[in-house]
C-alpha cells in the first residue's frame, strides 16, 4: 500500500472519495460496538463462576483463627488473605492489607489522606501547602489523572519510554522542588502501552532522593499477572526501596478485578510495615472491617498465589487471539500507509495507536458516528491535553471476535480517512 506522504492531491482526492464511500457503508449498518475500557469478556468472567459455588449456607466461615467472617472485625483483612495477595504481590502478609473491591478506589483514599491527615514522616498534611504536583508518566491512565484533579493536585507531564518513566527528569524535578510529592506508575504492563519497567528504571525510582521528605511513589500494580504474548519479570519496589535506604517510600495497589469479578472481587496494599501500621490508624476512622466472606471465597478458589498465576494464564489464552486480531487489522489495512503507527503490548489490556498528528480527537469522532465507541482521546494525558493528538487506547477484551472483527474494520477505514483529510488540510 502506497504511504499516504508519497501520494499526489489527485491521488489523495482519489483516496479520500474511495474511504469516504467506505465509511458510508459502514454507517448503514447501525452498528452499535464497545472498546472504550478494557472490561473482561464474558468468556474470561466465566473461568470465576466456579467461586461462587465454593461457599453456601452450611459452610464454615471462619477464618484462621476462628474469625467468623459474617461479622465486624480484622480491619487488616483475614490472616489467609492477607498471606495470598501478600505471595502475589511479593511482600509479606504484615505488609499487607486486603480491603474491599476497588484498588482505585483505595488510590483514591490514600490520596485524600494524605492531603488531609499527610503521611508517615510528612511535616504537615500535603493540603496544607500552597501547591501539590504530582508526576504523571505519558501516555498514562486516565483514572489516575481524574484522582488528581478532583483533589487540586497539579499534574506533571514525563515521558513514559519502553522500558519505564524518563528517569533523568524524574531525579531532577523530584530533587529540586518540594511540592513534588509523589508519582503515579503502572509497572506492568504499563497502561496504556503495555511494557514493563526495566530493573534500571525500578532501581533509580526507588533511588530517589526527593527534596519531599514525604514523597510517596504510587505503584498501581494492576496488571502484574495480565500478560498476553510475553510474561516479563518486574523488579519488587518494596525490596529495592529498602535497599535503597526507602523503606517507606512505595505504596503497592493491586486487585483481583481483572481475574475474577470487576465490581466483586479483592483490592489489597502493599507498602512497609511502618507504613501499614501508620495505614491503619487512618483506617480506623473510615472503616470497621471490610467484606470478608469475598476474602475467604477467593482463598478458597485460589488456595495459594499459584492458583492466581494459572487463573491469569486462563485469561491471556482468551486474550490473545483477540490481540492477535487488532494487531493483524492494523498491519493489513493500515500498515504501509503512514496513518499512524501501534504498539504491541507484553501484556495488560490494551493496544496504543499513534495516529498522524492533529488525527486522534477526529479519529475517534468518526468511529462514534459509524458506531463504535472508544476512550475520548486525550485521556492518555493529564487535563485530556495530548498535545500531539496523536494516543488512541483500543481496549481488544470485550467484544466478541465478530464485534472484535467489525471494530476494527470501522477503525481502520476512520484512521486511513483522519490522515487522508490531514494531508489535504
Not at 42 to 56: F, G, K, N, T, Y
Not at 330 to 343: H, I, S
Amino acid at each position: 500500500m502506497k504511504n499516504y506522504q508519497e501520494m499526489t492531491r489527485e491521488e489523495l482526492r482519489a483516496e479520500q472519495a474511495r474511504l469516504t464511500q467506505a465509511y458510508s457503508q459502514l454507517q448503514a449498518k447501525g452498528l452499535k460496538l464497545n472498546m472504550a475500557r478494557g472490561k473482561p469478556g464474558a468468556d474470561q468472567l466465566e473461568l470465576s463462576q466456579p467461586m461462587l459455588d465454593v461457599m453456601s449456607s452450611r459452610s464454615n466461615c471462619l477464618s484462621e483463627g476462628g474469625v467468623d467472617c459474617r461479622n465486624y472485625g480484622e480491619l487488616l483483612g483475614i490472616p489467609e488473605a492477607r498471606r495470598l495477595f501478600g505471595d502475589y504481590m511479593g511482600v509479606t502478609p504484615e505488609e499487607t492489607i486486603v480491603l474491599g473491591s476497588s484498588s482505585l478506589t483505595f488510590m483514591y483514599d490514600c490520596m485524600a489522606r494524605a492531603m488531609l491527615l499527610g503521611v508517615l514522616g510528612g511535616g504537615r498534611p500535603w493540603g496544607k501547602y500552597d501547591k501539590v504536583k504530582f508526576l504523571c508518566p505519558v501516555p498514562g491512565y486516565d483514572r489516575h489523572f481524574t484522582i488528581c484533579e478532583t483533589l487540586g493536585i497539579e499534574m506533571i507531564n514525563v515521558p513514559l519510554t519502553e522500558w519505564g518513566p524518563d528517569m533523568d527528569l524524574v531525579e531532577r524535578l523530584t530533587a529540586e522542588d518540594e511540592t513534588v510529592k509523589g508519582i503515579w506508575c503502572v509497572p506492568k504492563y504499563t497502561n496504556p502501552l503495555g511494557g514493563s519497567y526495566s530493573d534500571e528504571a525500578v532501581r533509580r525510582l526507588a533511588g530517589l532522593k526527593p527534596k519531599a521528605k514525604d514523597f510517596r511513589i504510587f505503584w498501581d500494580n494492576a496488571y502484574a499477572g495480565h500478560h498476553v504474548y510475553e510474561d516479563t519479570p518486574v523488579l519488587n519496589i518494596l525490596d529495592e526501596c529498602k535497599k535503597a535506604g526507602n523503606p517507606d517510600m512505595a505504596y503497592i495497589f493491586g486487585s483481583t478485578s481483572k481475574i475474577t469479578f470487576p465490581g466483586a472481587g479483592v483490592a489489597f496494599f502493599g507498602a512497609s510495615k511502618a507504613n501499614v501500621d501508620f495505614t491503619a490508624k487512618q483506617l480506623a476512622a473510615q472503616a470497621i472491617s471490610w467484606d470478608k466472606i469475598n476474602m475467604l471465597r477467593h482463598v478458597l478458589f485460589f488456595q495459594n498465589a499459584d492458583g492466581i498465576w494459572a487463573q491469569l494464564d486462563k485469561h491471556a489464552a482468551i486474550l490473545r487471539p483477540k490481540f492477535d486480531a487488532v494487531l493483524t487489522a492494523l498491519e493489513d489495512k493500515v500498515g504501509g500507509t503512514g496513518a499512524g503507527a501501534w504498539v504491541k503490548p507484553k501484556g495488560g489490556y490494551f493496544v496504543t495507536y499513534i495516529a498522524m498528528p492533529g488525527c486522534a480527537k477526529r479519529i475517534v469522532a468518526l468511529c462514534r458516528e459509524a458506531g463504535l465507541v472508544l476512550t475520548d482521546a486525550g485521556a492518555t494525558h493529564p487535563y485530556h491535553k495530548d498535545p500531539d493528538d496523536s494516543y488512541i487506547r483500543i481496549a481488544p477484551s470485550f467484544p466478541s471476535p465478530q464485534e472484535l472483527a467489525a471494530a476494527m474494520e470501522i477503525f481502520c477505514v476512520c484512521a486511513r480517512l483522519a490522515a487522508v483529510e490531514r494531508l489535504l488540510g
